[in-house]
Structure formats: C-alpha cells, structure tokens
C-alpha cells in the first residue's frame, strides 16, 4: 500500500499536478451497457419507407469522451430494399433539445445474420452522455430486420417516421416513445481511469451512470466529472445504484478489467451495512476485487474509498461503518497498488452524542439527502481521490561537500506508485534540475559530460531509483566563490505534469582562481646529502586553502631527487638521499579548499642548488629563488644571479629595489662566495694533510 509522504519541502498539495496514466492502445467498450442480443428479428418498419431512431435510455448512451474506433450491431438480415442505413451522434442541449452531430450511411459494411462492425470514415470526437441514433431509407417497407429487447422500465427509442429529423434543436415532441431498444456497442480506446461503486458513484441522486435503466441526467455534477476536471483523466462511470459489495465483486470483471484502465477506484459498503450484510461477506468482496486488480498488468493504481459519511445511519451503523473501515485498511495494506482514501474529513462532520471524534454526517454543505452527496460534496471527494494520488517525485540522495568546483555530481532517487514509470528530469518550465545563489531565483542547470539522460529514466516505488546528474558549474558560475549554492530538481512523467521542486542542502562552489602568491622562499642545504624546500605562505579570498595544500615537485630528475606524492600540510619539503655535486631545482603548486589547484611557481633556484662534498666541518647554507637577500641568524646565503623565468621560459616580474639596496646585496654575495672559497680551500688541505 503506497503512503502519501513529505519531502524536503512541502506545499500545498493544490499546487501539484497528478500523475498522467496514458492509456494504453487497447479499444474497449465505452457505450450501450446491455449485451448485444442475437436471433430472430423483431425490430424494423412494415409500413414505412424511411425510419429515423435514437436510442435516449441511459443504458445505450456513451459513457467515455474521446474518439469513437466503430460501433457494433445485430443484422438478422440485410433487406435488399435498403437504399441507406445511417448510423448518427446525437447531443442534448441544455434547452432539451437534440443537435446530430455526426451521421454517415454504412449500408455497405452490415452483414446479415451476424454481429456487423460499423465504422466511421472520419475520426468522430464524442462526449461522454452523448447518444446513438440510426436509421435507414428504402425503396419498399423493409419490415423487421433487426433485434430489439424489450421491457425496458423507461423509455429507451424514440421513433421519426418518413421525414428525417432536423440536425439542430430536434424537439422529438411528436416522436413515437418505445420501451424497446437494440443494443449499439461503441468502442473507443481504453480509458485512464474506471470508477465502479454504487450510487454515490454513479452521481445520486440526480445523475445515474449509463449502467442501468434510467433516464437520470446530470454528469457534470459526479465525482467522475470532478476528479477528470483535476487531472484531465479520461474515465468510465460504471457505478450502479443499490449495488451491494457483492453486486460490484460480480460485475468487476466486465465493468473494471475489461474496460483496460490504469487506475480503478472503487467505493462500496454502505449498502451492505443498511442491507446487514455480514462483514465477512464485505471482506471477502474487497478481498476478491483487491486481487484481480493487483494482478492485473494494466492497472497501475487501485483507489480504496473508505465508507463515507452517512447522516442516516444509526449510531449501531456508524460504529460498524468505522469497525469495517480499520479492517478494509487493514486488508488494502497488503497490496502495493493501493492507496486507501479517507474523505471523511473532506465532507463529514461531528454527531453529537456520537463516539468521541466521529465524522459520521455529512456536511450541510454537502448533503443531498442523507446518504448521498450534492455536486460541492462530490467536488470535495474528487478532491480527497486526487490529494491521494501518486506523483512522480525526487529525493537527493548526497549532501554536497562544503566545497565544489567545476562539475559537480548530484545524486537523486526518482519515486513513483503507479502512472507513467518513464519519467524525465528535461528542462522545460516545470520540471528539471536548476541552480540559485539565494534560494530564490532559479536558472536552469548545465548539464555536464557524465551522470544520467535527461530523459527515459526510470522510477519505481519509494526509495525509488538511484541517478546522477553531473552539474557544469563552470559554465553557469564561471568566475564565481560562493558558500551558499543550491540545486533543486523536478521531475515529470513525461508531460507537463510534475510535482513541486525539492531543494537540496547549501553547499560552496569556488570556480574563481586558484591560490595566489604561490613560490619557493628559499631552500636550506641541509647537509652533501640533504635539502629541505620553503614555500611561499599563499593567499586564496573563496575557499581558503585546502587542508593539504602543498605539492613540491623537483625538476631536474637527477640521482636521488624526490617529489611530492601527495598533497601535504606544511609547506616546506625536505629531500633526502641526494648525490654531492649534483645540482637540483624545485617548484612547488597549491591548491584551495574548493579543489582549485594554482600553477607551477617559477622553477626555483634559477642557478640549481649544488651539495658540497661534506665533511665533519660543513655549515649549512641557504638558497633563495631571486635577489631578494634572505636573512638568517647562522647559515651562509646564496643567491641566485640569474633573471627568474617561469615554466614557459618567459621572463618573470622583477622587484623595483634601490640602488643602495642592489650595493648590499652584491657585498652579502661576495662575502658569501669568499666563505665559500675559504671553506673548500680548507677542505683540500685537510685531505692532502
């Protein structure tokens, strides 16, 4: 049993759109409710050349809007003074009066002695309610050719006579009345949706459904009608008036599964109970019914309408309407396809003196009289039915590092209970993944190499099922550090039909550049076989550096060299195992917390650093990558005299210094290099001594 659950964020339910059931291909019968009777003929004209008939009962009109595929009718035989044989659309006015609306001669398609298939040559569009009428012209009186049942309480044929009826505001005022009718059977393609009950479904009391022998009209007022102007669903009213549980299970097969719909709503019980039906019985109908159209493949979604409100039942009634409403939930929770609906709270109010929190009358609203509903009672039930109904929906299935560049991957779970299981995610007005900055203006969403189709993708019941969606955020927020960046998705179903958006968690995106102020400050020569690299302390004004941020990377590939193999916190690099007079240059790369990573620094020192041979007497020295004097408290300096270059060869911005600046620099580089010769001058007499 599917449950109505909340999302991210909930709205009110008006605002959504419902799930779209396409009907399937399959023609069906959508008119003339008695079967098509065959034998004898006794229904014609003995006296008449031409004879003009429309079928007015309830039990021969069209019960489906849409396009008409053929008619069906009995022939016992085919006169051969028949010179036309019409078959006709009529529709009944608001005024009472008749406009045909389509007619054409299929003389040429009856075959005698069987059931003939009559069908139009152009597409007839039809309304539900809307009436069959034929009739037929002839050389000489053709007598009965045709089979007609009679005993029809109310009138079922009206009968013109030698003068065809006018096409508009045809009065039949002095048309022959019978109560007798052949069976026309119409077929149209399968409806969304059926709906079978009793006679609250079928529209009382001042509407009957095109099920039973009556003359009852007021379609617009029915919960079919409701619910169809909510979603746009095409449906079949195939409620009956008296039925018990057990009238409804009998017929379920002929006025639910044959007619091919996608979702069946069914209503039934308080006829049982004013009758004393034993809940056993009651159970076993819903028992009976529940599993056919579980296993039925064309059904997607089966709608539960719990025993509504009834002003008219006793406190004993209402108690067992409640006790046989937990026990009909309790059975409709062990099929998946089944929603149980509640309108109680729609159309019921409180019965003083009542068990405590009953909603056992009906609204005064909403009351017709006492058992059924007015058209405003109806309304509300079609709403509670469409308040029910599945919708395709989403969940996102990560939370969003606190930092994202470039392409970011949004994982999501597609839902849905019965409807249309192919559903999109493609950017139209009302569906899609888009992006904001504020939570409040949205764009459409980039869609980057990676992740899931837009389109053709599949959702099944909640959890439902996993996608991706890979997000260009370098395209829709180029140049761009922003901490509070939201994606939010909706999908659909393949039309315009869609739930409302579900936003997920705030997240950073940084595609702005990379670390700046990124270089080597200098490098300490350690001991003939060891040096350790110093970084420049970068800046970054979005993310901020990364936890790691430092990659060091030596240049010259020489014995004993090493690099970075990952990235590391601190910002110096000590390089172990290297060869005596061997020279080595390094530069170092630094990434921020979003992931943007700068460029190589200038290859540092420009003159490489050489290790001197040891010794038992070497002091250690300092290197730094540009004329910039590096001072410290022991070790000697070098420093380089070349012009800095970067990875491309080009040149490098220079420092601006002062010429007294420039003169101690060149005096601290020839002190340096004087130690520097004394010190190997020493080395060499040591080895010689």
Aim: proline share 4%; aromatic share 10%; hydrophobic share 35%.
């Amino acid at each position: 049993m599917f449950c109505v659950g909340f999302l991210f964020i909930s709205f009110p339910l008006s605002t959504f759109a419902y799930p779209v059931y396409q009907a399937g291909l399959d023609i069906v019968e959508a008119g003339g409710y008695p079967a098509i009777a065959t034998g004898s003929a006794n229904w014609g004209v003995s006296t008449h050349l031409n004879s003009y008939f429309l079928s007015i009962n309830n039990l021969f009109r069209i019960r489906e809007s849409g396009v008409i595929d053929h008619f069906a009718m009995y022939f016992n035989s085919k006169p051969a003074s028949l010179t036309t044989f019409y078959i006709q659309i009529w529709r009944k006015k608001d005024t009472g009066l008749f406009d045909r609306i389509y007619s054409e001669n299929v003389l040429s398609q009856i075959s005698a002695g069987q059931i003939s298939n009559l069908t139009p040559s152009t597409a007839w569009t039809v309304q539900e309610g809307d009436y069959i009428g034929y009739g037929f012209e002839s050389s000489s009186a053709p007598g009965n050719f045709m089979l007609a049942t009679t005993g029809y309480t109310y009138t079922s044929t009206y009968i013109t006579l030698d003068s065809a009826p006018p096409a508009t505001d045809f009065s039949c005022v002095t048309c022959g009345a019978y109560t007798a009718a052949p069976s026309i059977k119409v077929y149209m393609s399968a409806p969304q949706a059926v709906f079978i009950g009793d006679s609250i479904i079928a529209g009382g009391p001042i509407h009957a459904a095109y099920t039973y022998d009556r003359l009852l009209e007021s379609r617009a007022t029915t919960i079919e009608y409701q619910l169809s102007a909510l979603t746009g669903y095409t449906y079949q009213n195939m409620g009956k008036g008296g039925d018990t549980t057990t009238g409804i299970n009998n017929r379920f097969t002929t006025d639910v599964l044959n007619l091919k719909p996608k979702i069946v709503i069914i209503e039934g019980g308080v006829n049982d109970i004013a009758g004393s039906v034993a809940k056993s019985t009651f159970i076993a109908n819903w028992t009976s019914m529940l599993a056919a159209a579980q296993a039925d493949s064309n059904i997607n979604t089966i709608i539960v309408l719990k025993i509504l409100p009834w002003t008219n039942g006793t406190t004993v009634q209402m108690q067992t309407r409640d006790d046989w409403n937990a026990s009909l939930a309790t059975l409709a929770a062990g099929y998946s396809k089944v929603i149980v609906v509640d309108a109680g709270s729609y159309v019921g109010k409180f019965r003083t003196g009542g068990d405590t929190g009953n909603l056992w009358d009906i609204q005064t609203a909403y009351n017709a009289d006492g058992v059924h509903y007015n058209q405003a009672g109806h309304s509300q039930i079609a709403q509670a039915i469409a308040d029910a109904l599945p919708k395709p929906s989403a969940t996102f299935a990560n939370d969003f590092s606190t930092w994202n560049i470039g392409s970011i991957t949004a994982n999501y779970n597609l839902i849905q209970t019965g409807g249309n299981t192919n559903t999109n995610i493609s950017q139209t007005g009302s569906s899609g993944v888009e992006y904001s900055t504020d939570g409040s203006t949205w764009y459409d969403a980039t869609k980057a190499t990676g992740g899931d189709a837009l389109t053709g993708l599949t959702s099944t019941a909640s959890p439902g099922t996993s996608h991706s969606f890979v997000w260009d955020s370098a395209t829709d927020l180029p140049n761009t550090e922003d901490s509070t960046v939201y994606l939010r998705i909706r999908p659909n179903d393949g039309t315009s039909s869609a739930t409302d958006w579900v936003v997920g968690n705030a997240f950073g995106v940084d595609n702005n550049v990379p670390p700046t102020n990124v270089g080597i400050t200098y490098i300490t020569i350690d001991s003939p076989t060891q040096l350790t690299v110093v970084a420049d302390t970068p800046t970054d004004s979005g993310s901020g550096l990364a936890a790691s941020p430092y990659w060091f990377t030596e240049t010259t590939g020489n014995p004993g060299a090493s690099s970075s193999t990952d990235w590391q916190t601190s910002n110096t690099f000590t390089d172990s195992g290297l060869t005596s007079n061997v020279q080595y240059t390094y530069k170092v790369k630094v990434k921020d917390a979003a992931g943007n990573i700068s460029d190589y620094s200038v290859t540092s020192p420009q003159t490489p650093v050489t290790l001197g041979g040891g010794g038992s007497s070497y002091t250690p020295t300092v290197t730094t990558p540009t004329t910039t004097t590096v001072t410290t408290s022991n070790p000697e300096e070098i420093a380089s005299s070349q012009t800095p270059r970067n990875d491309e060869g080009e040149t490098a911005a220079q420092p601006t210094q002062s010429t007294e600046t420039t003169i101690a620099q060149l005096k601290s580089q020839l002190i340096v290099l004087i130690t520097q010769l004394i010190q190997m001058l020493t080395e060499q007499v040591a080895l010689m001594r």
